[in-house]
């Protein structure tokens, strides 16, 4: 069944409708975002199946989430070599707690972004378990198609 669109615009997928698609890319991560940005920038009709982590391992679970706990720690570091510096203190203790809230204020931040964004960037995007690749109908959107594109490797948090 056709889409009553006629050009790709990217929102996200919650009917039960079936719809055409010409690439359906399992994954919203990094490589699916060009993927899906070079295809519907084609002119074809894109569509995102993501099961968990809006944008994928790095803003969740991977780079940037480790980036920000190393900073942290790199906070810590000095705090701990103040005296090298010049700078005397009382002591000073390391709430893990804190370092995991700034952390995931962080990821919740990058989440806004990339559902904001999402109106601009050519894909539509459905939130579920995708099919296995080649299988027909094998997932959880009621959609037919042809070329499937598994645009990174299955992760868990
Ligand atoms: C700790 C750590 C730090 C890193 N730091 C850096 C760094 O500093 N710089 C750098 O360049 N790279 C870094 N990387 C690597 C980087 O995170 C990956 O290369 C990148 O995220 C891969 O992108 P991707 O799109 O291929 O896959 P992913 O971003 O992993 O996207 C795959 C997506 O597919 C979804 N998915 C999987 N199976 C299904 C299914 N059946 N149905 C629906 N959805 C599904 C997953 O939920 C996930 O969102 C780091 C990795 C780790 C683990």
Excluded at 30 to 38: D, E, F, K, P, V
Excluded at 80 to 89: P, V
Aim: with cysteine; net charge neutral; aromatic share 8%.
């Amino acid at each position: 069944m056709k889409s009553t669109e006629t050009s790709p615009s990217a929102q996200v997928l919650n009917t039960s409708q079936p719809e055409e698609f010409d690439l359906v890319i399992l994954g919203g991560g990094t490589g699916s975002t060009i993927a899906a940005w070079t295809f519907a920038g084609e002119g074809k009709r894109v569509a995102v199946v993501e099961r968990k982590y809006i944008g994928g391992s790095c803003p969740n679970i991977a780079c940037l989430p480790s980036k920000n706990i190393i900073h942290s720690a790199k906070v810590a570091s000095y705090f701990r070599r103040s005296e090298e510096f010049g700078i005397t203190h009382d002591g000073f203790t390391i709430e893990m707690s804190g370092v995991g809230d700034r952390k995931r204020k962080m990821v919740v931040g990058l989440n806004e972004m990339y559902m904001e964004n999402l109106p601009e960037d050519g894909r539509r995007v459905h939130f579920g378990n995708g099919p296995v690749p080649g299988s027909e109908n094998g997932g959880s959107h009621p959609g037919r198609w042809d070329h499937t594109s598994t645009a990174g490797r299955e992760c868990d948090r």
